[in-house]
């Protein structure tokens, strides 16, 4: 494996003129954002943006491919990669469409979607290693004694079904080892960190197909798998970004599959879909079109792009996967199902049964519509836990893992999953905001942290559609606010 310095400091090279630039303005005080981040924050959002938002553009694959270089194994973490098998029969995937169309719209256009094959799922379960140093390397044994020493040191029954993040069409389980291997330690559990298809090669629904399979694999595992049964009281679903969404849209598909009342025939037995034990996200993106006022509102505490371009096919130079055939605009789905619930869970009518949710948010894009989201289904009946982290960008815990404000995420992102996996009554439903510089926190109530009405949302929701799809010019979205 190559572990030169070198292309990191050819990158870094254009950006010192910035560096510069931040770090004189902040230490003078000159800098809005000295208020609210320390030095290294604000050098670290700045440089992250810079090479997010100033940086050529270059052709899908190529950005793919450099998102998930697999890096070495090292450290206090115990990685074993499985695979999989795709079960027996077909109905796993034909259930996966009834829920589809069961959550349509009237009058919503049929199809809108690829039927995706039903194939194999690659995954790495991944545990804390405790008696490891920093230096220590992987250990030349086999998948299935890796496996077996992790669960040595797993104390907890808890098995957290992780999804991570990256726009669904950038990164992989190994690129979110760091994050994976920080919930085992803190839950004392394990994860399972799944690789579903990524887009625009695999576009919706084969992402939420192969979590779907990933889910029933561990209650009913195939023989040969390396895994026991796992109960759903012990399962939380996880993840940070298109993560969370994928995490959220894989509930929805199962409670929408259980007001069908739908069982799955699953490697010849007939199963149930249970719900699992709860369902905790990280910046979860429940929104595909892009259509919040906090897109606009909060773009001065994020480093990701403000706001999607009208048409995502002329922002990467043509390559060998995009533009798609046959061509579409966005990278993830159709124009037509961009509104679907389960690709768009902001859209989602109800959360009626759900298990208990959790919810974290910076004050970045993404906010209202997680802001909405927790609203929504706090008033169904649904146990939420919220938490907004002020001034601070999209999944800021992972890009600043040092700050206090980081570790006093993690520290709560854990204590809900264990909670819901052995203390359930322990959960206690509400929301807060923090401050992360002193992490002052004042309570907020769920019921009226979203001030946009569903029809509202939905409105804003389908006009970005037209204006992705070209129907319509883009307005300036801070005149429509």
């Not at 990158?11 to 003078?28: C, D, E, N, Q, Y």
């Not at 995954?123 to 250990?139: D, F, I, N």
């Not at 969370?244 to 069982?263: A, F, M, P």
Request: include cysteine; aromatic fraction near 8%; charged fraction near 25%.
């Amino acid at each position: 494996m190559d572990t030169s310095p070198i292309p990191i400091i050819k990158a870094m090279l254009p950006k010192v003129p910035l560096i510069g630039k931040t770090a004189v303005f902040h230490t003078l005080g000159f800098s809005e954002h000295s208020k609210y981040w320390d030095l290294r924050t604000e050098l670290t959002i700045n440089v992250l943006r810079s090479f997010i938002n100033d940086s050529p553009p270059r052709p899908l694959a190529q950005l793919q491919r450099m998102s998930i270089k697999v890096p070495e194994i090292k450290g206090r973490i115990w990685v074993s990669r499985v695979t999989m098998p795709r079960p027996d029969e077909d109905d796993v995937r034909q259930a996966l469409f009834k829920a589809i169309v069961g959550l349509r719209e009237d009058g919503d256009e049929k199809g809108g979607f690829v039927e995706p094959e039903l194939g194999p799922v690659e995954a790495e379960w991944v545990g804390y290693r405790a008696g490891a140093t920093k230096g220590s390397t992987e250990l030349r044994i086999s998948e299935e004694q890796k496996y077996q020493e992790m669960m040595k040191e797993v104390e907890s029954p808890t098995t957290v079904l992780y999804f991570h993040g990256g726009a669904y069409y950038l990164m992989d389980p190994a690129t979110h080892r760091p994050t994976t291997k920080k919930l085992a330690k803190l839950t004392k559990g394990r994860c399972l960190s799944i690789r579903y298809r990524l887009a625009p090669q695999n576009p919706f629904p084969a992402a939420l197909l192969d979590a779907l399979v990933s889910y029933l694999t561990l209650l009913y595992p195939p023989p040969r798998s390396l895994h026991t049964p796992v109960s759903p009281s012990h399962i939380v679903f996880a993840g940070d970004s298109a993560g969370g969404n994928l995490s959220l849209v894989l509930l929805q598909t199962i409670l929408e599959l259980r007001r069908q009342d739908l069982k799955i025939t699953w490697n010849g037995e007939e199963r149930d879909i249970p719900l699992p034990a709860g369902v905790a996200t990280c910046s979860p993106w429940t929104d595909i079109t892009h259509s919040s006022p906090s897109y606009s509102t909060n773009k001065k505490f994020d480093y990701l792009p403000s706001l999607a371009e009208a048409n995502t096919s002329e922002r990467y130079p043509p390559d060998s996967i995009w533009p798609s055939t046959p061509p579409r605009k966005n990278l993830y789905a159709e124009d037509a199902v961009l509104c679907h619930p389960l690709v768009s869970p902001l859209a989602a009518k109800s959360w009626a049964g759900s298990c208990p949710l959790y919810i974290e948010t910076g004050q970045e894009l993404l906010t209202d519509e997680a802001r909405h989201v927790a609203c929504k289904a706090a008033r169904q009946g649904v146990k939420v836990v919220y938490e907004e982290f002020e001034t601070m960008p999209h999944c800021f815990a992972m890009v600043l893992e040092t700050l206090p404000a980081s570790r006093m995420f993690f520290d709560g992102w854990a204590r809900f999953i264990n909670q819901a996996t052995m203390e359930p009554g322990e959960i206690v439903g509400g929301g807060r905001i923090v401050r992360p510089k002193s992490l002052e926190e004042r309570r907020v109530d769920l019921e009226m942290l979203s001030g946009r009405s569903d029809e509202e949302v939905l409105g804003r929701m389908r006009e970005r559609v037209r204006v992705l799809s070209g129907e319509v010019m883009d307005l300036d979205p801070v005149a429509k606010l």
